[in-house]
């Protein structure tokens, strides 16, 4: 019971810090979709001072897939024997046109399922139908895109590919922190560093000076590591807020089966355009599990007003778009920030209803 009420005690004083600060102004971003959810349901920003501002990042892997490949992914639902195979948020994502969802509606073949894994079933069960598989996400996800291709080759499954939208979080954050933009520290992402491991973004606030905290997703959880931050304040260290699953080696065998199948490549974020080496794409050796991933660069958005690039950049709040809340809802949203349920504006609205 002691150490429970030092615990309590110790935590109370993290929220008095938090709260209380009145030092230098830190801007903080978070770079995954599930925490900036987190931090809006825990009603996180009400319990920090005016000098401590979270800022959403490109954290929402669906949010930050360009315009370009979900029109590719509409092109192929259309093809005859060609079925796309897709997580449910991809499906209302706003292409140049019209949607995967709207497709459908008009006869596209499309199939939405809750694991990759579920591509094998439907390509075993109808042979004379490609499958191709919306491979999108980041360093979390990418592990069980190369099981895929893993267990499709051990049963001989050859009507089945991948189109591919890959990213890999150091390099955009490098890339962030390159265009002069205001950012004090990093709420690093928990569910990436469990396979990346910490020190992915060791270099990253050696080279500039910032704090990076790695965090889990509980409300406590991130407010110990917000704290964190804030006191390392313009120094370029990275600490582990969540050592239940974070190491900082990570995970090498999940590492090595990607790097089988995958390499690196410069990649297209939406709204971003192409950020060097922070993709990934199927290896020559594997091309034949390639469905036309190539090329697919960033179109104009549904609704030149749209204001999604700036939002995943941090250059503006979503409130501070002018279609949120009024012509861009959850149920009729203009850009994919308001689709996903990691996305910033998606979950901002939601806060506010």
């Not at 060609?82 to 948020?89: A, E």
């Not at 999108?136 to 939208?165: C, D, H, W």
């Not at 990570?250 to 410069?266: S, T, W």
Request: charged share 20%; aromatic share 8%.
């Amino acid at each position: 019971m002691e150490e429970v009420r030092k615990a309590e005690e110790k935590f109370s004083a993290i929220l008095h810090f938090l709260k209380e600060y009145d030092g230098p102004p830190m801007n903080i971003m978070e770079v995954c979709g599930s925490h900036t959810g987190a931090i809006m349901k825990n009603g996180i920003p009400g319990l920090l001072s005016p000098n401590i501002h979270l800022i959403s990042g490109p954290g929402c892997p669906v949010c930050v897939t360009p315009t370009a490949y979900i029109d590719r992914l509409i092109e192929l639902s259309l093809e005859p024997n060609t079925c796309v195979v897709t997580f449910g948020d991809l499906m209302r994502v706003p292409g140049s046109r019209k949607s995967l969802q709207e497709v459908k509606g008009e006869g596209g073949q499309v199939e939405m399922v809750y694991s990759p894994m579920d591509a094998l079933s439907l390509a075993q069960n109808d042979p004379n139908v490609t499958f191709v598989f919306a491979a999108i996400g980041f360093e979390t996800t990418i592990p069980v895109y190369a099981m895929l291709l893993e267990q499709a080759r051990k049963r001989k499954i050859r009507n089945i590919s991948l189109l591919t939208s890959l990213k890999t979080m150091p390099e955009v954050i490098q890339f962030l922190c390159s265009q002069d933009t205001d950012l004090n520290g990093f709420l690093a992402p928990g569910h990436v560093a469990v396979v990346t491991g910490y020190q992915a973004f060791e270099p990253l606030a050696l080279k500039y000076h910032l704090p990076f905290g790695v965090a889990g997703f509980q409300g406590k959880e991130l407010m110990i590591a917000l704290y964190g931050i804030v006191k390392h304040y313009g120094q370029g260290v990275v600490k582990n807020y969540y050592p239940a699953v974070v190491t900082r080696e990570g995970n090498p065998v999940a590492r090595a089966r990607v790097e089988k199948y995958f390499e690196p490549c410069d990649a297209v974020w939406r709204g971003m355009g192409a950020v060097p080496d922070s993709g990934l794409k199927l290896r020559t050796e594997w091309e034949e599990y390639d469905a036309g991933s190539e090329g697919l660069d960033e179109d104009a958005p549904l609704n030149p007003l749209c204001s999604c690039a700036q939002v995943l950049m941090g250059k503006k709040e979503p409130s501070q778009c002018s279609l949120f809340g009024t012509v861009c809802t959850p149920l009729h949203p203009q850009g994919a920030c308001m689709v996903s349920d990691e996305g910033s504006c998606r979950s901002h609205y939601l806060m506010q209803g």
